[in-house]
């Protein structure tokens, strides 16, 4: 197996979004616009309710799709076709809006941790004026395979070691995986040869084994790190331990052009995308 490297690391960079939620960005900031089909990684996190407490009211979406992984924390989303439900700990969202939807989700407690993430994924030219669907998934949902001296994988989309998947039927044919290494333990996964792939960083430390002399890049937690072509990677944690999304997808080579929340392919759809969320037709 042909191992992939790392090319550069991103830290996040602080900011907020919605109304005031604070968040930690690196996909979709100023060091890294986007990893095609990737636009946007968020990590909200906070026992301050006063960081997230706004959440994000109704705000439109078209030509994309947004994944919210909760780790800690309630929050309940409703959107313009009458969908909505509370995210607990451990349950996935992956919303397509397709040519267009109205959404919130704002946090169900005053207090608190709180505490996920949300990736934005691209939708190719063909599927971004689809209708809108949820896959809305329960923590119990989510499979779990246990590899050794303990390291253990949440499969949200993807396969591993035979398990599929919690999360399917998605264009750019996605891996989506929750890694926790316990101290000074590794993992191989099996990556698709030709897929972006990024791993972040979100508790303890973790290293990126490149090759079998066992060189390593340490990637520090709160930190992505963008991998290079191959057919798998190999994970290491420190003496802490470690825990990492580990992220990869087909990417579409297409154009992209986003405003805000519409991202399309040309500057017309933009402009249209616009108009057709101000005369109410989303």
């Not at 040519?99 to 709180?114: A, D, K, T, Y």
């Not at 971004?128 to 949820?134: G, L, S």
């Not at 090759?211 to 290491?236: C, F, K, N, W, Y």
Request: aromatic residues 6%.
């Amino acid at each position: 197996m042909k191992l992939r490297s790392v090319n550069n690391l991103v830290p996040a960079i602080a900011t907020s979004d919605g109304a005031g939620v604070k968040l930690n960005r690196t996909i979709g900031g100023p060091v890294l616009d986007n990893l095609d089909p990737f636009l946007l990684l968020d990590e909200f996190g906070s026992e301050e309710g006063a960081d997230y407490i706004g959440g994000f009211p109704d705000h439109p979406h078209r030509g994309f799709e947004t994944v919210t992984y909760m780790l800690n924390g309630l929050m309940r989303h409703e959107d313009s076709t009458g969908a909505g439900g509370t995210l607990g700990p451990g349950s996935v969202q992956w919303m397509t809006a397709g040519r267009g939807i109205v959404h919130s989700e704002m946090p169900q407690q005053e207090e608190g941790l709180m505490r996920g993430f949300q990736l934005w994924v691209n939708l190719p030219a063909v599927d971004k004026m689809c209708a809108p669907r949820y896959q809305n998934i329960e923590p119990a949902e989510i499979p779990e395979v246990e590899g050794a001296d303990g390291v253990r994988i949440r499969v949200i989309a993807g396969e591993v070691d035979g398990t599929l998947g919690a999360v399917g039927g998605i264009a750019v044919e996605p891996t989506y995986l929750d890694i926790l290494l316990p101290p000074d333990t590794s993992h191989s996964q099996p990556v698709a040869s030709g897929h972006a792939a990024f791993c972040y960083v979100f508790e303890g430390e973790v290293s990126i084994i490149a090759a079998e002399d066992g060189a390593a890049t340490q990637v520090p937690h709160h930190t992505l790190a963008i991998l290079s072509d191959g057919e798998g990677v190999r994970m290491r944690a420190g003496a802490e331990g470690g825990q990492a999304l580990l992220i990869a997808g087909k990417p579409l080579g297409e154009p992209v052009v986003r405003y805000g929340p519409f991202v399309m392919n040309s500057r017309e759809e933009i402009q249209q995308a616009i108009d057709d969320y101000r005369a109410g037709r989303f």
